[in-house]
């Protein structure tokens, strides 16, 4: 089941950006 | 690229969609900063913590063209038009009210794409430096981009020497859309 986690967009944002980093290591 | 508010959708569908639509345009700015000549030179830690702060300014400088200030409507991606009063409904007047603003002051100025381009590299490196370890090295980047971005649009407007200055002017504007909206804007994650 698709699980919902309702954040502010800075955090969105910043949840996309290090995930991507972190991909790219 | 995403349609907003189709009648049958719920609010929680329309956020939903919203916020995956916004996955792909973060990703785009982290390969943009990737690009700026000298970026990749900062610690990684430092790049991570500009793009942290800096992203949602330069989202909001891409996403200006998709603003209508004269018609008050905005165009997605995929030619799909919506008029202020029906975006209105999905609760983020303040956020388009002052995104309207920003885009027809931007707008006004008539910037080519890359001297657009080269002001969001401005823009990213101007953000918050709260989580900066090597300020300088931020500090000295900036300055190159900002004096890139001098040069590229004098040598165009040689005797225009108000566009500059007005341009630099929509920094503090871009940091006060960012600190109004990006914490209060609720994005939806699917896990």
């Known amino acids: ?25 | 690229s995403c349609p907003v508010a189709p009648a049958s959708r719920s609010s929680q569908e329309v956020w939903e969609s919203f916020s995956q639509c916004f996955t792909p345009a973060v990703k785009e700015v982290v390969e943009f900063a990737k690009s700026i000549p000298g970026f990749q030179t900062l610690s990684q830690h430092d790049q991570v913590m500009l793009l942290k702060s800096g992203t949602f300014q330069v989202l909001m400088v891409r996403f200006c063209s998709l603003f209508d200030p004269k018609e008050r409507t905005v165009t997605f991606l995929n030619g799909q038009t919506y008029s202020l009063a029906s975006l209105r409904a999905l609760g983020m007047s303040s956020l388009l009210d002052a995104m309207f603003d920003f885009s027809e002051k931007l707008g006004s100025l008539g910037l080519e794409p890359d001297e657009m381009a080269l002001f969001m590299a401005v823009v990213l490196v101007s953000a918050d430096r709260s989580g900066i370890v090597e300020v300088g090295a931020v500090e000295l980047l900036q300055e190159n981009l900002i004096k890139a971005l001098r040069s590229l649009i004098t040598s165009r407007r040689p005797d225009d020497s108000t566009l500059f200055p007005k341009l630099l002017l929509r920094l503090p504007d871009l940091r006060t859309l960012n600190n109004q909206h990006s914490d209060k804007l609720l994005a939806f994650r699917i896990d």
């Open chain 1, 1 to 25: 089941p698709k699980t919902h986690r309702v954040m502010t967009l800075a955090d969105h944002i910043s949840h996309i950006i290090t995930q991507d980093f972190a991909r790219n290591q």
